[in-house]
C-alpha cells in the first residue's frame, strides 16, 4: 500500500485550492457584472423590469445552491448545450452571485436620499444618467464593505460544486480521505485552508465598514 | 434532440418527498431551537467581563463563519469518529447545523446586544437588579426584537444549507430528489420539483418567523 507523508496530502490539497480559488474569481467577477445588470433592472422605473428582476432574487436566495448547481448541470445539456462540472459550476454559481450582490446593491441604492433622484431629474438627467453621475458614485462607497463580505460566501460556495463532480479542494479531500483513511486530519486541513482564503476577507470587510463609520 | 418533460412519472414517489420534506423541516426545527439557544448563550458569553471566554466564543464563530458548511458537516460525520465520536447520520447533521447557526446567531444577537442603550443597564441596576436578570429582563428582549430579522434570513439560509446533508445519507428533501433520478432517470424534472418545494419551504419558514417575530416583539413595542 501507498503511504502519504503529511507533506503529500497538503500539497495535493493546495494545488486544488487553485481551482477553489479561480472558480471564486470567476464567479465573484461574472457574478458582478451580472449582478449589476440585475441592480438596474431593480431600480429601473419600469415595473415589469421590477418584477422580472425580483422574482430572480427571490428564486436564487430562496432554493439551495445544491439545487441550482443540479438544475444547471443537468438542465443545460436538455436546451443542448454541453456541460462539464467545470461549466455547471461557473454558470450556477455566477447566477447566485449575481442575485445576492444585486439585493445587496439594491439596498445601498436607496440609501441614496431621494432628494439626489430628484435634484439630478430637475436637471433633465435620465435613469441612465442619474445612475452612472448622481447614485452609482455614492452608492459604491457603502457598497464595498457588504461586498468584500459576500465574497466570503462564494468561496464558502465553491465547496458545493464538489458534489457534482468539481475537483476542488473539498473533493480533492475526499478523494485523498479515500485513500488515506485519515478524514480527521484531512478535512481538519480542508477546512483550515478554506479558513486561510476567507477569513483575510472577512477581516478587511470589517475593517473596511469601520473605516466608513469613521468617514461619516 | 427534443427532450419532452415528464413530470408525472414522479406521483409514485410522494411518500419519498413527503419524507424528504418532513426530514428537512425537522432538521430545520432542531437546528434552529438549539442553534439560537447557542447564539444567545454566545453572545451573553462575548458581552460579559470574562476574558478568556470572550477570546474563546469569538475564535468559534469566525472559524465557523470563515468555513463552508459542507467541511464542517464532513468533518463531524467523518472526522470525530476517528477521535471515538460516533454518531448517526441525522445527529451529525443537527449537531452540524446547531454549531453552524450557533456561530451565526451569536455575531447576530450580539449586534443587538451592543445596541441597548447603557442608561437602561444602569435602571435596571438602580432598581436592584442582578446581572442575569438585566440580561433577561432588559438586554435580551430588545434586542431580540431588533435582530429579528436578520436571524430569519439566516434560518432561512442554515435550512437551505441543510440541502448538502444529504451527502452524509441524511434522507432530506435534496436526498429524496437524488433517489427518485437514480429511479426513473428523470433528475432535470426530479431536481426542478425539489428546488419548488425548497423555494415554497423558504417562502413559508419566512412568513412564519415574520407573524412569530410580529407576535412575539411587536405586542411589546406598542404598549411601551
Known amino acids: 500500500m501507498l503511504e502519504f507523508s503529511l507533506w503529500d496530502i497538503l500539497s495535493n490539497l493546495l494545488l486544488a485550492a487553485r481551482w477553489t480559488v479561480a472558480l471564486s474569481v470567476i464567479a465573484f467577477v461574472a457574478g458582478g457584472v451580472a449582478g449589476l445588470l440585475v441592480l438596474f433592472a431593480r431600480v429601473a422605473p419600469v415595473p415589469p423590469l421590477q418584477g422580472a428582476a425580483k422574482l430572480y432574487i427571490e428564486l436564487f436566495q430562496g432554493t439551495p445552491l445544491l439545487m441550482q448547481l443540479f438544475i444547471a448541470f443537468f438542465a443545460l445539456p436538455l436546451a443542448g448545450i454541453e456541460t462539464s462540472p467545470w461549466t455547471s459550476a461557473a454558470v450556477a454559481l455566477t447566477l447566485f452571485t449575481s442575485a445576492y450582490l444585486a439585493e445587496i446593491w439594491r439596498g445601498c441604492v436607496e440609501a441614496v436620499p431621494k432628494g439626489q433622484w430628484e435634484a439630478s431629474s430637475s436637471l433633465a438627467m435620465n435613469f441612465g444618467e442619474q445612475m452612472r453621475w448622481v447614485v452609482l458614485p455614492q452608492a459604491l462607497r457603502i457598497a464595498v464593505p457588504p461586498t468584500v463580505g459576500f465574497s466570503v460566501q462564494v468561496v464558502k460556495g465553491t465547496a458545493v460544486t464538489s458534489i457534482i463532480g468539481f475537483a476542488e479542494v473539498t473533493k480533492v479531500g475526499t478523494a485523498i480521505t479515500n485513500a488515506t483513511f485519515q478524514p480527521f486530519l484531512v478535512y481538519g486541513l480542508v477546512g483550515l485552508i478554506y479558513f486561510a482564503l476567507c477569513y483575510p476577507l472577512s477581516l478587511s470587510a470589517k475593517a473596511l465598514e469601520r473605516k466608513l463609520h469613521a468617514a461619516r | ?224
Request: aromatic share 12%.
Open chain 2, 1 to 224: 434532440m427534443a427532450y419532452t418533460f415528464d413530470f408525472s412519472s414522479l406521483w409514485d414517489y410522494a411518500p419519498v418527498l413527503v419524507h424528504g420534506v418532513a426530514t428537512t423541516v425537522g432538521l430545520t426545527v432542531a437546528g434552529t431551537v438549539l442553534g439560537v439557544g447557542i447564539g444567545i448563550a454566545g453572545a451573553a458569553a462575548r458581552s460579559s467581563g470574562n476574558r478568556p471566554l470572550r477570546i474563546a466564543v469569538g475564535a468559534y464563530v469566525e472559524l465557523i463563519r470563515n468555513t463552508p458548511f459542507l467541511v464542517q458537516l464532513f468533518f463531524i460525520f467523518f472526522g470525530l469518529p476517528s477521535l471515538g465520536i460516533r454518531m448517526p447520520e441525522w445527529a451529525a447533521a443537527i449537531l452540524a447545523m446547531v454549531i453552524n447557526l450557533g456561530a451565526y446567531s451569536t455575531e447576530i444577537i450580539r449586534a443587538g446586544i451592543d445596541a441597548t442603550p447603557k442608561g437602561q443597564v444602569e435602571a435596571g441596576a438602580s432598581l436592584g437588579m442582578t446581572g442575569p436578570q438585566i440580561f433577561r429582563y432588559i438586554i435580551l428582549g430588545p434586542a431580540m426584537g431588533k435582530i429579528w430579522p436578520a436571524l430569519s434570513s439566516q434560518i432561512v439560509i442554515v435550512m437551505l444549507g441543510s440541502s448538502v446533508c444529504s451527502q452524509i445519507a441524511t434522507e432530506e428533501l435534496s436526498f429524496a430528489a437524488n433517489f427518485i433520478q437514480s429511479r426513473n432517470f428523470r433528475p432535470f424534472e426530479a431536481y426542478f420539483l425539489a428546488t419548488a418545494l425548497y423555494l415554497a419551504l423558504a417562502v413559508g419558514v419566512r412568513w412564519l418567523l415574520a407573524r412569530m417575530g410580529h407576535r412575539m416583539f411587536m405586542k411589546g413595542a406598542a404598549r411601551a
